[in-house]
């Protein structure tokens, strides 16, 4: 029971910081919050051609209508998906998702094995794939498609994401004994920028099970 | 000997006129990113860190979570369902938030992919998956999924916008 008013105090105060939205891990913590490097989800599954796999990387979230035209990537921001193909917890492959401001393009690096694993990072092999930042108002997504059939989006997209965050706050807060039937989902309407990649299975090695994350790191 | 060789090392770069550029890890060309955020599955940072942890927590190795986080994450879980025993994957508060402490996705490369789909767990994460409730029902549903109905579900089961069949999946925005 102590334990349980200090979590709910705990969570008071953090509600009160942020002042705002926080879930899946869109705004998780106070170093990213508001930043390009704010990653909000990440989906991995089985494409329409089941010998691929799909890694969407989604950041920037809880964007409006009327704010997603001016949300931008930003080139000092490296979007890196790690893969653990061996279950050791470490990284073998890296996927590294890379804006260049000028020309609008997102460029993709690897797969490819890291020089060093960990939190710090350089890019690594070659570009596989790019494809121009689809713009907001463009209805129809621009697809690059590069090495080995390594396919490869990046632009603004619906967020994916959805859950009654109002609800759930207020059960944690012990203002609410349960959720509402039906629910309200806290993300209906709301926008991302999302970087999807597509890769086949066979250039990821493992034996049938990988562990995958993703990071974003700031450039140093 | 591995100190002298470096000295020596040291000693011939210094002393040849002819070695102009720095070594490979010195040299100023390479940019490198530092890491800000991370993330494995859904919810993890935002439900079981206290504010002071979440920065930590985004920036530590998945290998050095489990040491850093398990034991702080038992103590979240046994606060937010004090009657935790095990939960429908049959995990006990040690097991399960073992497994949560590290946090990456497990992807099966041979099968289906899904968070949880009626038969497959924790073999990837489509778009349409009712991650929240299956989290929700880990938490606090007990040995059988069943316990605590009024928890269990946020009952939002699916996303606003429909998901395309081909690349790249996602919904155009609003």
Request: charged letters at 15%; glycine letters at 8%.
């Amino acid at each position: 029971m102590k334990q349980k008013k200090f979590f709910i105090a705990a969570f008071a105060v953090a509600a009160i910081i942020t002042g705002s939205i926080i879930a899946a891990d869109h705004i998780d913590a106070p170093a990213v919050t508001g930043q390009t490097s704010d990653i909000t989800d990440m989906y991995v599954f089985r494409a329409a051609d089941p010998n691929n796999l799909v890694l969407v990387a989604n950041t920037q979230g809880l964007l409006s209508p009327g704010s997603t035209g001016a949300a931008s990537f930003e080139e000092n921001t490296l979007i890196e998906f790690n893969i653990d193909n061996n279950n050791d917890k470490v990284e073998d492959l890296v996927i590294q998702c890379k804006y260049d401001a000028s020309s609008k393009m997102m460029s993709i690096y690897g797969p490819a094995t890291p020089s060093a694993t960990g939190t710090k990072s350089k890019l690594e092999g070659i570009v596989s794939a790019k494809v121009k930042v689809t713009p907001y108002t463009k209805t129809t997504p621009d697809i690059g498609t590069g090495l080995g059939g390594i396919k490869v989006f990046a632009g603004p997209r619906d967020d994916p994401f959805f859950f009654d965050l109002n609800r759930y706050k207020m059960i944690i807060a012990g203002t609410a004994g349960s959720f509402n039937n039906p629910g309200m989902d806290a993300f209906a309407g709301t926008n991302v920028l999302s970087t999807v990649v597509e890769v086949p299975k066979s250039i990821l090695g493992g034996t049938g099970t990988l562990n995958i994350w993703v990071e974003t790191k700031s450039k140093i | 000997m591995k100190t002298i060789s470096i000295k020596l090392f040291a000693v011939i770069i210094a002393g040849s006129l002819l070695i102009t550029s720095c070594k490979k890890d010195n040299n100023p060309n390479v940019v490198y990113y530092e890491q800000e955020d991370q993330f494995g599955r859904p919810a993890i940072n935002t439900v079981f860190n206290d504010a002071a942890d979440k920065d930590a927590f985004n920036v530590t190795t998945p290998s050095a979570m489990g040491a850093a986080f398990q034991s702080k994450f038992q103590a979240k879980l046994l606060a937010l369902n004090p009657g935790y025993t095990t939960n429908a994957l049959g995990l006990d508060a040690a097991t399960f938030t073992t497994v949560l402490a590290t946090d990456f996705l497990n992807v099966s490369t041979t099968g289906v992919t899904t968070f949880f789909d009626g038969t497959n767990v924790l073999t990837g994460r489509t778009l349409a998956d009712d991650v929240i409730d299956v989290e929700l029902i880990l938490l606090f549903g007990g040995p059988a999924g069943t316990s605590n109905a009024a928890l269990t579900s946020d009952h939002v089961d699916a996303n606003d916008k429909a998901f395309l069949a081909a690349f790249p999946y996602l919904a155009s925005p609003w």
